[in-house]
T-cell receptor
Framework: NAGVTQTPKFQVLKTGQSMTLQCAQDMNHNSMYWYRQDPGMGLRLIYYSASEGTTDKGEVPNGYNVSRLNKREFSLRLESAAPSQTSVYFC??????????FGPGTRLTVL | DAKTTQPPSMDCAEGRAANLPCNHSTISGNEYVYWYRQIHSQGPQYIIHGLKNNETNEMASLIITEDRKSSTLILPHATLRDTAVYYCIVYKIKAAGNKLTFGGGTRVLVKP
């Protein structure tokens, strides 16, 4: 039981490049989330998916798109990366208890 | 969601109990108290949560005052691996788009 896994762990992009962050969970959770954490700051919600087939914007969605591929997987795409998107990205999932379980994070640097 | 107030930092001796306070004076009746921690560079880790009653699990105990305006997280025997930032969060469960609002938290340093 791996919990929440994220790939890649580290990524460096140039401004304007695109990439997709992958997240998967094996806990049969309905809800999944993407957060970003800037240095010294708390987490901010980017997008969430309350159930398979649905996605909704969070607090800071601009510059991102998401796909809930199936119940297990929730991906985050940066179409045209900007230096302001340099951050640590965390994926989380929750089940019927609403407790969120987090992945290890992806450290993204945009030059 | 109700806001929380926590001390910015505290030290604790290894092997002793660590008592982390949290004020949430504007908590509403359907909001739970959750505690998470974040060890340096890692994803936040769930510790414990409660509504009214005190709760205990293998990691910690949660004491909630009768008026629910404050709570205390107790780590019974702190180890060096418990050094982390601890976040007290109140939020409604079963609310669509529920987001965890991580405030400043308490930076706990466990010393040998």
């Amino acid at each position: 039981n791996a919990g929440v896994t994220q790939t890649p762990k580290f990524q460096v992009l140039k401004t304007g490049q695109s990439m997709t962050l992958q997240c998967a969970q094996d806990m049969n959770h309905n809800s999944m989330y993407w957060y970003r954490q800037d240095p010294g700051m708390g987490l901010r919600l980017i997008y969430y998916s309350a159930s398979e087939g649905t996605t909704d914007k969070g607090e800071v969605p601009n510059g991102y798109n998401v796909s809930r591929l199936n119940k297990r997987e929730f991906s985050l795409r940066l179409e045209s990366a900007a230096p302001s998107q340099t951050s640590v990205y965390f994926c989380a999932s929750s089940g019927y208890t609403d407790t969120q379980y987090f992945g290890p994070g992806t450290r993204l640097t945009v030059l | 969601d109700a806001k929380t107030t926590q001390p910015p930092s505290m030290d604790c001796a290894e092997g002793r109990a660590a008592n982390l306070p949290c004020n949430h004076s504007t908590i509403s009746g359907n909001e739970y108290v959750y505690w998470y921690r974040q060890i340096h560079s890692q994803g936040p880790q769930y510790i414990i949560h409660g509504l009214k009653n005190n709760e205990t699990n293998e990691m910690a105990s949660l004491i909630i005052t009768e008026d629910r305006k404050s709570s205390t997280l107790i780590l019974p025997h702190a180890t060096l691996r418990d050094t982390a930032v601890y976040y007290c969060i109140v939020y409604k469960i079963k609310a669509a788009g529920n987001k965890l609002t991580f405030g400043g938290g308490t930076r706990v340093l466990v010393k040998p």
